[in-house]
Nanobody, 115 residues
Framework: QVQVLESGGGLVQAGGSLRLSCAASGSIYSINSMGWYRQAPGKQRELVAVIFGGGRTDYEDSVRGRFTISRDNAKNTVYLQMNSLKPEDTAVYHC?????????WGQGTQVTVSS
């Protein structure tokens, strides 16, 4: 079994910064990718950023240049540094870990950006 635990959400004013963390633990042999998704009220869950095993990253257009995803392979942890936050970034942020052909999700962490 694999457990995924996010942390670092909270309330911040527009223009501020937050850093999210996601740690995977359990029966982990090789992680294909780790990514962050978000879901705002009344909207579908969307990809925010992903980092693959070789280090390649990809970002949703609205966060590119403001958010940075990084990974500590030794700790099986992925981070999302979020700068210049906007009210439209408000959502529950979920971490997804892909190991072989299986996906593991965390419970999510709330990010609220006030105007």
């Amino acid at each position: 079994q694999v457990q995924v635990l996010e942390s670092g959400g909270g309330l911040v004013q527009a223009g501020g910064s937050l850093r999210l963390s996601c740690a995977a633990s359990g029966s982990i042999y090789s992680i294909n990718s780790m990514g962050w998704y978000r879901q705002a009220p009344g909207k579908q869950r969307e990809l925010v950023a992903v980092i693959f095993g070789g280090g390649r990253t990809d970002y949703e257009d609205s966060v590119r240049g403001r958010f940075t995803i990084s990974r500590d392979n030794a700790k099986n942890t992925v981070y999302l540094q979020m700068n210049s936050l906007k009210p439209e970034d408000t959502a529950v942020y979920h971490c997804k870990v892909v190991i072989s052909d299986r996906q593991y999700w965390g419970q999510g962490t709330q990010v609220t950006v006030s105007s």
